[in-house]
């Protein structure tokens, strides 16, 4: 320590030199680095783990990029980990690099890793006591008052009620007392615009080490009764370094924990405390982390809420206001709203005015979002909320260097990374992949391992281009804790594919019914994992050989024919899986009537479900399909919705669902279907069966809105039947009437209004002499129809001549549906 550090009393005197700081403030950064140029220490003390001791020097590697943070985690327990991140603008990163660039010596004091994760679990087994025993507490309010000194000496707090509950924040604590109500705010005018020029380097410390003093006098460890185990073994460790270092060391910590470390103790005392606390094997290493983890907003409690104008305070070398301003007026206009350098200007003079009227030092945050609002966003929090996500906050990731300690599925995963050309990033962004391409093609299965290991760097998403099996769309957005995912994942393999192949074998073996095995198939195959697929269609053909349940197997039969499809896109052969799907889909043939008798309600909407569900896995299956057992499955669904749309025992949602699809199979004429519907709603159906009817054949957003509103005949049956319903019925039917039309898009709902105050002519036609709504009338208008015809050529790619060639022929035949046969 130099003389002129240790010429007076206070935080110079000899003894470590105790720089209390507020983590990841930048004004304490600023401060740490001026007082440690000041003071060079000969080593310096960090509050952290020290089992991150040997990872120190990865601080000066040039592929370290801050934001990151150091991982500890449980060997055989990846889950159980903890973090503590560091930014550019963090105390604790500026005295690494300080100690790094002028060769000192720097070390971590805190209690060891191998204790902290051990008492994760201990913790949560308080917490549940503690569950258990408030209404007690409630009931005594005047035990156990004294605010956590118990036998350490500290003075009573005030009476809040048990010390448990009392866990204070320091900075609000002295917010509150300056008379300011944001801590934030007050932060801001006494740290970070504080003038250092000139001013002695350890004055800051100083004050605010005195301020913790007092706290602490007052509140004891405020709630934080584990802060004492901690501060004995960091005594224990400075004095340690005193002796090594000739006493010249400097300890970089929160400004909390100050009084506690400059406290005279005895070395039994603090030893007492740290015996037999429960230990765990624990492993250490650097992850990258992001700006919004350093935020309240996401969930992470690392004391500010505003990293992104932090780290812009911290990198400013003057006028940070201005720069600010500039920052915003950029991504405004990278959003191309209309911001000039008026806004600019106009924007820095508000801040200061609003500055200077509320009587703080500098414009902090608070004044320049009051100013960008008024300014830049014309008074609207809309392009506001996008200036506070992405530059208040920020979705900075940091980077760490390949020589960082890492389990071997992490550096497989930084492999391929590298290969496909998938890079890592924190801010949210879609991806659209082409899967005949190899490169996209890589990037999928990459994504679907993952998936499978529980890794969610990406979710599918629906594509906004084509839906083709050949097309995937991906979310991504990289989290730091994906990183704990991996380590936990690292158990089934030392690489990607080893470690989805095993993951898979594993939830095979576990899955509780036959959908998710199934479910899991479909997985195996977009992930492309061909020595897990045996495994899992071995223990697919067992459990739909004994499950006997129709739902079940109705909800399996979806996700194996989508696996077919994938596995036709992606090169995989899927031979036995064809054959246990068209098994699977034979039982619900014959097993489905049967199931659907006298079921309530809520039963039958559920196998309307599965009907649904089973349609649509039939038509992909014998779509294509060269296999005459296949080909002929759509038959045979045919004749199974035929038996149940005859069933009186089959409630009505399901056989008229049945109806419809046969009706859009064209298995079923319309003539029929209005018969068969007439007879539902004839005044000997109960009107409960009959709405029930209805919901199934035109409800459930399957374009039954579209189905009235073309052929007048059913909407007539509806509209003759709902003005028949009795009084006392009507109510009854009410919900499930509303049920099936609100479902509608409003411009369906308006036009079968029209329809309906219109009133249908003889035989559901339109009225003669009445107009209509606008293309819609008794017969087919054959030049509106030939208007869409140089449209349709151009989407199907027909030349003229193909066009002129179908259009003869069109006109060779005057029959309705053959108008467009040109095209077809």
């Given at each position: 320590?130099?003389?002129d550090?240790a010429?007076?009393?206070g935080?110079?005197?000899p ?8 983590h ?29 001791d040997a ?10 990029r ?5 991982l500890?985690?449980?060997?055989d ?11 550019e ?7 690494i690099?300080w100690?790094l660039e ?19 679990r201990?913790?949560?087994n ?21 605010a956590g000194?118990?036998g350490?000496?500290e003075?009573d ?9 009392v ?12 008379g ?8 801001e ?15 800051p ?16 460890t ?35 924990h ?13 030893r007492a405390?740290l ?80 500055a200077a ?25 809309v392009p ?32 391929l990374?590298?290969?496909l ?8 962004r ?15 299965r990459?994504l ?8 969610g760097?990406g979710e ?18 990289w989290e730091p804790?994906?990183?704990?995912r991996?380590?936990?994942a690292?158990?089934?393999g ?7 192949t ?18 899991l198939?479909e ?17 697919l053909?067992?459990?739909?050989a ?10 399996a ?9 994938y ?7 899927t ?22 008798a006298?079921l309530?309600a809520?039963a039958?909407?559920e196998?309307?479900?599965?009907v649904?569900?089973v ?8 779509e294509?399909?060269e296999?005459?057992?296949?080909a002929g499955i759509?038959g045979?669904?045919?004749s ?15 056989r ?12 079923l ?9 007439g007879?539902v ?9 009959a ?13 039954g809105?579209?189905?009235l ?11 003759s039947?709902?003005?028949g ?7 009854d ?11 509608y898009?409003?411009?369906?709902r ?19 002499g ?8 008794p017969?087919?208008d ?7 015809l140089p ?26 549906d ?7």
């Amino acid at each position: 320590m130099s003389e002129d550090a240790a010429a007076s009393g206070g935080l110079r005197a000899p003894g470590p030199l105790l720089l209390g700081v507020r983590h990841h403030g930048p004004g304490s950064a600023r401060a740490v680095r001026a007082a440690l140029d000041e003071a060079r220490p000969r080593a310096v003390l960090l509050e952290g783990p020290p089992e991150a001791d040997a990872l120190i020097a990865l601080a000066a590697d040039e592929d370290m990029r801050p934001p990151v943070a150091l991982l500890a985690h449980v060997v055989d327990e990846p889950g159980r980990s903890a973090f503590w991140p560091f930014a550019e603008f963090s105390p604790e990163w500026v005295a690494i690099r300080w100690a790094l660039e002028h060769e000192v010596p720097a070390r971590f004091i805190d209690l060891p890793a191998t204790h902290t994760l051990a008492w994760g679990r201990e913790e949560e087994n308080e917490k549940k006591e503690n569950d258990k025993n408030d209404e007690s507490e409630k009931e005594a309010p005047g035990e156990g008052e004294a605010a956590g000194g118990g036998g350490d000496g500290e003075p009573d707090g005030p009476r809040h009620g048990p010390a448990e509950a009392v866990r204070i924040d320091p900075l609000a604590v002295l917010a509150e007392t300056a008379g300011y109500d944001d801590p934030e705010r007050w932060w801001e005018d006494v740290i970070e615009h504080r003038g250092a020029r000139g001013e002695d380097a350890f004055a800051p410390f100083e004050v605010l080490g005195e301020a913790m003093e007092a706290l602490r006098e007052v509140y004891g460890t405020g709630g934080h009764e584990r802060d004492l185990v901690r501060e004995a073994h960091m005594r224990l460790q400075i004095r340690a370094a005193q002796r090594e270092f000739e006493d010249d060391v400097a300890v970089v910590c929160g400004a909390w924990h100050v009084p506690a470390l400059r406290r005279r103790t005895t070395v039994a005392a603090d030893r007492a405390l740290l015996k037999g606390l429960p230990k765990v094997k624990a492993d250490m290493t650097w992850v990258p982390w992001t700006h919004r983890r350093l935020s309240r907003v996401s969930g992470y409690g690392a004391g500010i809420d505003s990293p992104g104008w932090y780290g812009h305070l911290f990198a400013a070398a003057d006028r940070p206001v201005e720069r600010w301003m500039t920052k915003v007026a950029g991504l405004l206009r990278d959003e191309d709203r209309l911001v000039s350098s008026a806004h600019v200007i106009e924007a820095v003079r508000l801040a200061d005015t609003l500055a200077a009227m509320r009587g703080r030092p500098l414009p902090g945050l608070t004044e320049t979002t009051d100013a960008v609002r008024a300014v830049m966003c014309e008074g609207s929090d809309v392009p506001l909320a996008l200036v506070h996500d992405r530059l208040v906050v920020g979705d900075v990731l940091g980077e760490v260097p390949e020589a960082a300690p890492a389990v071997p599925l992490q550096r497989d995963l930084a492999r391929l990374q590298r290969k496909l050309r998938l890079k890592p990033e924190a801010q949210e962004r879609e991806l659209e992949l082409d899967l005949r391409k190899e490169t996209d093609g890589g990037r999928s299965r990459l994504l679907h391992r993952l998936r499978l290991l529980g890794v969610g760097w990406g979710e599918p998403a629906a594509s906004r281009g084509s839906t083709g099996t050949f097309r995937e769309t991906w979310r991504l957005r990289w989290e730091p804790e994906l990183a704990v995912r991996v380590a936990e994942a690292g158990v089934w393999g030392t690489t990607v594919i080893s470690a989805a192949t095993a993951k898979a074998e594993a939830d095979a073996v576990g899955a509780q019914s036959l959908a998710d095995v199934t479910g899991l198939a479909e997985r195996c195959l977009l992930a492309e994992l061909p020595d897990a697929l045996p495994v899992v269609m071995r223990i697919l053909a067992d459990r739909a050989a004994l499950d006997a349940d129709v739902g079940h197997l109705a909800q399996a039969l979806p996700a194996l024919v989508r696996s077919l499809r994938y596995g036709d896109v992606r090169g995989t052969g899927t031979h036995a899986l064809a054959e246990v799907a068209a098994g699977l889909a034979e039982r619900v043939f014959v097993g489905l009537p049967p199931a659907c008798a006298a079921l309530d309600a809520e039963a039958a909407e559920e196998m309307r479900g599965h009907v649904d569900a089973v349609h649509g896995a039939v038509g992909l299956l014998a779509e294509g399909s060269e296999d005459d057992s296949r080909a002929g499955i759509r038959g045979r669904w045919h004749s199974v919705l035929g038996t149940l749309s005859a069933r009186d025992t089959v409630p009505g949602v399901v056989r008229g669902r049945a109806v419809r699809l046969l009706l859009d199979d064209g298995e079923l004429g319309q003539a029929e279907a209005a018969r068969l519907m007439g007879l539902v709603l004839s005044p000997g159906t109960a009107p409960g069966d009959a709405a029930a009817w209805i919901e199934g054949f035109v409800g459930g957003g399957s374009g039954g809105g579209m189905l009235l509103v073309h052929d007048e005949r059913l909407l007539a049956l509806v509209d003759s039947w709902l003005t028949g319903v009795p009084a006392d019925a009507f109510t009854d039917v009410l919900p499930l009437l509303r049920r099936t039309f609100s479902a509608y898009e409003p411009g369906v709902r308006r036009t079968l209004g029209e329809l309906v105050r219109r009133g249908p002519g003889p035989h559901g036609s339109v009225a003669a002499g009445v107009s209509g709504p606008p293309g819609f009338a008794p017969d087919l208008d054959t030049d509106r129809a030939d208007a869409v015809l140089p449209v349709l050529r151009l989407l199907l790619g027909l030349d003229l001549d193909d066009a002129d060639h179908a259009g003869d022929n069109r006109a060779d035949n005057d029959h309705p549906d053959n108008d467009l046969a040109g095209v077809r």
